[in-house]
């Protein structure tokens, strides 16, 4: 398998500069994971519980969160839908353990494809990033995401996530220059 890290833009528009930005985010996590074996991706970088492989489960998770459930205000899709969020609020983390690598980068994968498309969709019908997405988040506040937080709140996760990413990386084989 042949992970892509797209370089970010130097010049584009808003919206082009912040999906070069978060694209280039889901190579760098998708290649820090490339390689390792499934035991690795079970490897935690101590005192830190996360791992590569509930890195990709939970990332995953994250593209369907905020682009098909509150963007386009869809339901949970599977795993999600039937997660036993009440008994483990980090399920998304825990339940990789012992998945395999071509498992979980295959439930990533198809979640930035969703994600794509469903942006591509939206962007279409209206291009304007500052409009509200369709599910509010907290109604007694009165306080709904836009698309453009949407999009800066996707880079910022895999931003916060590619770092953990090279430090358990690391921590596992050595690898620095990935």
């Not at 760098?28 to 101590?46: E, N, V």
């Not at 590619?162 to 596992?172: M, P």
């Amino acid at each position: 398998m042949v992970i892509e890290r797209p370089e970010p833009a130097y010049s584009n528009d808003e919206v082009g500069m912040l999906r070069s930005y978060l694209d280039h985010y889901r190579g760098t996590i998708r290649l820090q994971a490339s390689g390792l074996t499934d035991p690795q991706l079970d490897q935690a970088l101590a005192p830190s519980d996360l791992t590569l492989g509930g890195m990709l489960k939970h990332l995953a998770f994250v593209e369907d969160y905020w682009v098909s459930y509150n963007l386009l205000a869809n339901e949970p899709a599977p795993p999600w839908d039937t997660a036993p969020w009440d008994d483990d609020p980090d399920w998304d983390w825990h339940s990789a353990a012992g998945a395999s690598h071509a498992e979980l980068d295959a439930l990533l994968a198809d979640a930035i494809a969703r994600s794509e498309a469903h942006l591509d969709a939206a962007l279409a019908a209206d291009p304007d990033i500052g409009r509200r997405v369709a599910r509010e988040r907290d109604p007694a506040k009165g306080e709904t995401a836009t698309i453009r937080w949407v999009l800066v709140h996707m880079v910022e996760e895999y931003a916060r996530h590619a770092g953990h990413a090279d430090l358990i990386r690391q921590s596992i084989d050595g690898a620095t220059d990935l």
